[in-house]
């Protein structure tokens, strides 16, 4: 009954810790949830506002497949101001989230066959997009650092064959809050154009960031034209059940994307696009006291998390994402398994959270073991409170 492609459909198990977790909160348990990929903050309200005006206003009927123009012009000068290279309304394409980007642009760019390299640790849907349609993925890991985790370069440039074709870069990444140095981004602009390679580059966290500023594959020689960017509202405005994001790339291949549009969703939101425009030129203040919130939970959960014997965590500064390294804790329990390692953990202290196998299949050689503590949807009484039965659980 059901078609042979869906078999190879992957999808994101964080959503079931998602459910463990309500369950467990069910039964009248507090749950600290640090598992939440989501956002417990408000949408700026000048942002809200624009949206329900917009409404009020009769933007409720559908719009041209690309988006509304205004809003691709005004993206596409906020992305050449901040990635330093020039686009125009012509390169962007609205999508109703930054993931419909990753299907548009596999859809558009991967022959069945073709061979795409992916993050590993990294976002499930990659590895489940390629495969259901019909590519090969190819994992490149992660290394730890002194403070960040770095790209495997060499692992990388040792997976490329003559049938490697994308590459997908999550630059300021979910879920280890890594980020490229200048030096990975040359090595990498340097494969891509020695292997004739086009890049997805996942910038969904380019504008959570909490020191120092971004930077983009995009802006080096060659790059324009071989990288798409998948960018989304849901993060910097708060804004994840809204639904909106953009694909941004050369004309040829956002032409493609714009067809894929009037196929999947005709348009996406209408009035929708109204709060970006007002979350992109309007007042910044409420947008940028949202990074403060989010510094200062970032700053609470590292120092805890570093209190505790046995584990490990970088500050990262970009995302809200840490990947603390759990080995010497996990060892004190006596716990080997990531799953019984979790579930005890939710089940003694309330304190739920992803682990390394949400994020993909371990690597051949992976020694160290991590999990992931969002705390995008925790506020700190509440890390405090979690991370303080944490540590007293592994002391035993
Ligand atoms: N890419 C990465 C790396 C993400 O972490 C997410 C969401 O968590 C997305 C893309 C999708 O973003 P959106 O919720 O806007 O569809």
């Known amino acids: 009954m059901i078609a042979e492609r869906v078999s190879r459909l992957g999808t994101e ?77 012509e390169n962007v394409a609205i999508q109703p989230g930054g993931k419909p980007t990753i299907s548009k642009f596999f859809l558009t760019m991967m022959n069945p066959g073709d061979e795409v390299l992916y993050p590993n640790p990294g976002y499930p849907i990659y590895e489940s997009q390629i495969e259901f349609h019909g590519g090969k993925a190819v994992p490149y890991g992660y290394i730890e650092s002194e403070d960040n985790f770095e790209i495997d370069t060499d692992m990388l440039a040792a997976q490329i064959t003559p049938r490697t074709k994308l590459l ?81 790339g050369p004309k040829e291949i956002i032409d493609v994307i714009i067809k894929l549009n009037v196929n999947e969703e005709s348009c996406s939101n209408h009035f929708v696009q109204y709060a970006a425009i007002e979350g992109l030129t309007g007042d910044q203040t409420e947008t940028l006291q949202l990074l403060d919130t989010l510094k200062e939970r970032r700053d ?17 500064n970009a995302t809200f994402y840490l990947w603390p390294n759990v080995t010497g804790a996990m060892q004190k329990t006596g716990l080997t398994d990531y799953n019984d390692f979790r579930q005890t953990v939710l089940k003694e202290t309330g304190v739920s959270f992803c682990t390394r196998l949400h994020f993909g299949r371990p690597l051949e050689g992976e020694q160290n073991y991590y999990i992931r503590m969002a705390y995008s949807g925790i506020d700190i009484p509440e890390i405090k409170e979690g991370l303080a039965k944490f540590k007293k659980f592994l002391a035993g």
């Open 13 to 89: 198990t964080a959503f079931l810790v998602s459910a463990e977790a309500a369950a467990f909160a069910a039964q009248g348990n507090k749950v600290y949830p640090f598992h939440l990929g989501d956002m417990n903050l408000p949408t700026p309200s000048n942002v809200l506002e624009a949206g329900i005006k917009a409404m009020r206003d009769g933007h409720t009927n559908y719009c041209p497949n690309a988006g509304v123009a205004r809003l691709r012009e005004v993206l596409a000068d906020d992305i050449s101001a901040s990635r330093k290279v020039a686009y125009s309304m």
């Open 168 to 248: 997908v870069l999550n630059d300021l990444q979910n879920p280890t809050g890594a980020e490229c140095s200048d030096q990975e981004l040359a090595r990498i602009a340097e494969l891509v154009l020695k292997h004739d390679l086009y890049v997805l580059c996942d910038e969904a966290y380019f504008d959570i960031r909490y020191a120092g500023k971004s930077k983009s594959l995009v802006a080096l020689p060659g790059m324009r034209e071989r990288c798409v960017i998948l960018h989304t509202f849901s993060k910097k405005f708060a804004m994840t059940g809204w639904r909106l994001g953009a694909t941004i």
């Open 300 to 316: 609470t959960t590292v120092d805890l998390l570093n209190s505790i014997e046995g584990i490990g965590c970088i500050r990262p």
